[in-house]
């Protein structure tokens, strides 16, 4: 059996801190705005998936979510000046994008098996700019790993003009919009046919999220209608001119 998983004190009391830091700096800056929060379980074993635009929305969310989330996000985080101060007072689980890593999947299984929300980026990173990037299966291979349920959050007012607009006293509007719990379809199949199910649950995930945004947030995932609808075939995931 694998060891439990455990936050040591130090983390805990950084997180806690980090906390309070965020949440303040959010309101000094803008107008936060929350809502859906109605539709956060009352358990902790989900997936949080959110719209990945650019760094403000991982501190945002975890300011301001009632409880204590953990985050997975890429190894290069902690390697750069003040985002790896916080990544490493916040800790959390590493990733190297360009491969698999078995051992990542064991550490996302403890946490959940844990009953710790955990929060993952569908899109694997930063967007730079508000539309959605199709996102990677990786996603759904936690989700038919682990059984949990997956908790969309979008985020709107999250491009890096926040920050220049908020330190010029413009107050800049910053909404957190929880959407309702929800399971993607069981995994069908083997080889291709597994592989490309588990592409059609992460485009299920996509599409709820972007159900979330406005329309100019949704990127490749403007049809998401035709997804949830079940017409996946009609969908050519192109983001719009």
């Known amino acids: ?12 009391i950084s997180r ?13 800056l803008g107008k936060v705005e929350l809502i859906g929060l109605e539709n956060i379980p009352d358990h902790n074993r989900y997936l949080i998936v959110f719209n990945h635009v650019s760094l403000v929305e991982v501190p945002f969310i975890t300011a301001f979510w009632p ?9 290069a985080v902690w390697e750069r000046g003040f985002q790896a101060l916080i990544a490493k007072m916040w800790s959390g689980i590493k990733v190297d994008r360009t491969q698999y890593d078995r051992d990542v999947f064991k550490q996302v299984e403890r946490v959940l098996a844990a009953e710790r ?6 899109e694997g990173g930063r967007s730079h700019q508000p539309g959605l990037r199709r996102g ?10 682990t059984n ?6 979008g985020v709107v007012g999250n491009t890096m003009d926040f920050l220049t607009k908020g330190l010029q006293l413009k107050k800049p509007p910053i909404q957190m919009i929880v959407g309702e719990p929800f399971v993607v379809p069981p995994l069908e199949g083997r ?5 490309l199910n588990r592409q059609r649950n992460t485009d299920i995930i996509m599409a709820r999220l972007a159900a979330l945004l406005p329309e100019d947030y949704r990127g490749v995932y403007v049809d998401y209608e035709k997804i949830l609808a079940g017409e996946y075939e009609k969908v050519t995931f192109a983001a719009p001119e």
């Open 67 to 75: 409880g204590i989330i953990e985050i997975i996000g890429a190894a």
């Open 117 to 122: 929300p955990l929060m993952i980026s569908p």
């Open 1 to 12: 059996m694998s060891e439990m998983y455990r936050v040591p004190l130090s983390i805990q």
């Open 136 to 145: 990677k299966p990786g996603v759904a291979y936690i989700l038919d790993k």
């Open 16 to 28: 806690r801190f980090l906390r309070l830091f965020f949440k303040s700096l959010f309101r000094l």
């Open 191 to 195: 080889g291709k046919e597994r592989r």
């Open 148 to 153: 949990v349920v997956v908790v969309p959050v």
